[in-house]
């Protein structure tokens, strides 16, 4: 028998993931978004190959912004791409996942290596909770000019500052500030820039 966690909540599932509430991710609003999402995504990938600006539109249907200039190769998995800002003249390489739940900011003129995952989602440590498939959310903020290398993972909650480079495999569970060099998991600052 699960818990009523929502007894006194009248939001939906979707309302409290807007918020950046505990929610149940087994909505069937929810489901619409994240099935319009993997479309959008689907329908950029074969347009990316054929018709640049074709590819373009949907990109920018997907996301909530996607700056002047910007590149983004796919395959993109996202899980509703409207959460998430590009900045200008970010370049972005092969098999992002940007797990959007909650917002994902990334500035301007990022290099974002092959590989990366940026996750917003956060589940309870506590085994209950867990079971009864409550989750929330955290944002993520990537500075301008920023670098990461293939394979970073970006925990939820996390601010990237400006110019700062994440080396190549690092998981950044904590914030990292501007003009740095961090590498390792989790990722540790190594030496100013």
Known sequence: MTT??????????????????????????????????????????????????QA??????????????????????????????????????????????ARITIGEDCQIGPNVQLLTPTHPVEPEPRRDKLEAALPITIGDNVWLGGGVIVCPG???GDNSVIGAGAVVTKDIPADVVAVGNPARVVREI
């Open 158 to 160: 996390v601010t990237i």
């Open 56 to 101: 373009r539109t949907i990109l920018a249907e997907l996301l909530d912004s996607v700056g002047e200039g910007v590149e983004v190769r796919p395959p993109l998995y996202v899980d509703y791409g409207s959460n998430i800002a590009i900045g200008a003249r970010t370049f972005v390489n092969y098999h992002l996942t940007a797990l959007d739940v």
């Open 4 to 53: 009523d966690y929502f007894a006194q909540d009248p939001r939906t599932n979707l309302e409290r993931m807007l918020a950046g509430d505990l929610y149940i991710a087994d909505d069937p609003e929810i489901a619409l978004r994240q099935q319009r999402a993997m479309r959008l995504a689907a329908r950029y990938q074969a347009a990316h190959t054929e018709d640049a600006e």
